[in-house]
């Protein structure tokens, strides 16, 4: 009994020391030593281009923490806006290796597409916009309401299956781009807009002349979980652009940041130096240096951190965490375990 139980764990720890498979996706990657990133063409808190055309935001952020992990530097990606109509495309044909634009994640993605979610980074529903002046309170005061929506989306379904449920009649104005929907909105060709939550509070400081002027309504009509994506069949870049999601996650909730992170190199915690490479195995699992979760917190923080500075109350758009805060706290933010 005792012989076989050492054969188990031998087995275990050989299988331990394996090195990660290699993929195409990841072998491409490292190779062209540049990640290729999908983002929105522009949606505060997200991914926008700021001032200088270098694109901020929770999902560009994202973007440098897998190039931080894969080359041990931020700044090796490059951006690649998409629209609604291409960013599948751009996916799908390999133009980028991993989108990361705000999108929902649904059963027909992940099986028709062809596509593999990397977690959600955002835990979203959509809403409706209003102008004050209407004296509208709830969604369901619009009844015989135009509203501006984007096609080709989960939200131009949602807005029918909403009208649908509550027997109101809505008149959507689909439009090809954010941008025309905002304009279309303020000129009052529609009486309403919807999007993500999200995107209208967004839209609300960036886009909108007086902001004040114009009310999100309470309700969510729809379960809107956005994250990354990937392509089916690389098991290996799935990985790595999963787990750097999940170690921001999990960093957050042990106390890892951008300031103490090389200062907690020297900590006794086992699960400390497990994720920051002191002790190793992490990296060589996944085929990446042992100090690539060091390299995400500190050089681009953890989940906490970069929602603060992107979407939270340390950035214009002023967001709550609520569902996005860590599971301790009553939120929807909980990793896996790195074990």
Same mark, same amino acid.
């Given at each position: 009994?005792?012989?076989?139980?050492?054969?188990?764990?031998?087995?275990?720890?050989?299988?331990?020391?394996?090195? *990660?498979?290699?993929?195409? /996706?990841?072998?491409?990657?490292?190779?062209?030593?540049?990640?290729?990133?999908?983002?929105?063409?522009?949606?505060?808190?997200?991914?926008?281009?700021?001032?200088?055309?270098?694109?901020?935001?929770?999902?560009?952020?994202?973007?440098?923490?897998?190039? *931080?992990?894969?080359?041990?530097?931020?700044?090796?990606?490059?951006?690649?806006? /998409?629209?609604?109509? /291409?960013?599948?495309?751009?996916?799908?044909?390999?133009?980028?290796?991993?989108?990361?634009?705000?999108?929902?994640?649904? $059963?027909?993605?992940?099986?028709?597409?062809?596509?593999?979610?990397?977690?959600?980074?955002?835990?979203?529903?959509?809403?409706?916009?209003?102008?004050? +002046?209407?004296?509208?309170?709830?969604? +369901?005061? $619009?009844?015989?309401?135009?509203?501006?929506?984007?096609?080709?989306?989960?939200?131009?379904?949602?807005? *029918?299956?909403?009208?649908?449920?509550?027997?109101?009649?809505?008149?959507?104005?689909?439009?090809?781009?954010?941008?025309?929907? /905002?304009?279309?909105?303020?000129?009052?060709?529609?009486?309403?807009?919807?999007?993500?939550?999200?995107?209208?509070? *967004?839209?609300?400081?960036?886009?909108?002349?007086?902001?004040?002027?114009?009310?999100? $309504?309470?309700?969510?009509?729809?379960?809107?979980?956005?994250?990354?994506?990937?392509?089916?069949?690389?098991?290996?870049?799935?990985?790595?652009?999963?787990?750097?999601?999940?170690?921001?996650?999990?960093?957050?909730?042990?106390?890892?940041?951008?300031?103490?992170?090389?200062?907690?190199?020297?900590?006794?915690?086992?699960?400390?130096?497990?994720?920051?490479?002191?002790?190793?195995?992490?990296?060589?699992?996944?085929?990446?240096?042992?100090?690539?979760?060091?390299?995400?917190?500190?050089?681009?923080?953890?989940?906490?951190?970069?929602?603060?500075?992107?979407?939270?109350?340390?950035?214009?758009?002023?967001?709550?965490?609520?569902?996005?805060? $860590?599971?301790?706290?009553?939120?929807?933010?909980?990793?896996?375990?790195?074990?």
């Amino acid at each position: 009994m005792f012989r076989h139980f050492q054969l188990v764990i031998a087995f275990c720890v050989g299988f331990w020391t394996l090195p *990660a498979m290699a993929g195409q /996706t990841f072998e491409a990657v490292k190779a062209r030593g540049l990640l290729i990133c999908g983002v929105n063409t522009g949606v505060a808190g997200f991914s926008a281009p700021d001032s200088r055309g270098v694109y901020q935001g929770l999902d560009a952020e994202f973007c440098r923490a897998v190039a *931080a992990a894969v080359f041990g530097d931020a700044s090796k990606v490059r951006f690649v806006p /998409t629209t609604y109509q /291409t960013r599948f495309i751009a996916l799908q044909s390999g133009e980028v290796d991993v989108l990361a634009r705000n999108v929902t994640q649904t $059963l027909l993605r992940d099986t028709a597409l062809g596509f593999n979610f990397a977690g959600v980074n955002f835990y979203d529903g959509q809403g409706f916009m209003v102008p004050r +002046r209407a004296g509208i309170a709830s969604a +369901r005061q $619009l009844d015989g309401a135009s509203v501006c929506v984007l096609p080709g989306s989960t939200t131009e379904l949602n807005l *029918a299956d909403f009208a649908r449920r509550e027997a109101i009649r809505i008149e959507p104005i689909v439009l090809s781009s954010m941008d025309e929907m /905002t304009a279309a909105y303020q000129a009052g060709r529609c009486d309403a807009m919807t999007t993500d939550a999200s995107q209208l509070a *967004a839209l609300r400081v960036s886009a909108l002349r007086e902001p004040e002027a114009h009310a999100i $309504l309470p309700e969510r009509i729809s379960k809107e979980p956005l994250g990354p994506m990937v392509r089916h069949g690389d098991d290996q870049w799935l990985d790595v652009v999963s787990w750097t999601l999940r170690v921001m996650i999990e960093a957050e909730e042990i106390g890892l940041t951008r300031e103490n992170v090389e200062r907690m190199r020297a900590s006794q915690d086992p699960n400390v130096q497990r994720i920051l490479g002191v002790v190793p195995g992490f990296g060589k699992a996944l085929g990446l240096d042992e100090a690539w979760a060091y390299n995400v917190i500190r050089q681009v923080g953890n989940y906490g951190e970069v929602f603060e500075r992107t979407l939270g109350r340390g950035s214009p758009v002023g967001l709550e965490r609520g569902l996005n805060d $860590l599971w301790t706290r009553g939120g929807l933010m909980y990793s896996l375990p790195l074990r």
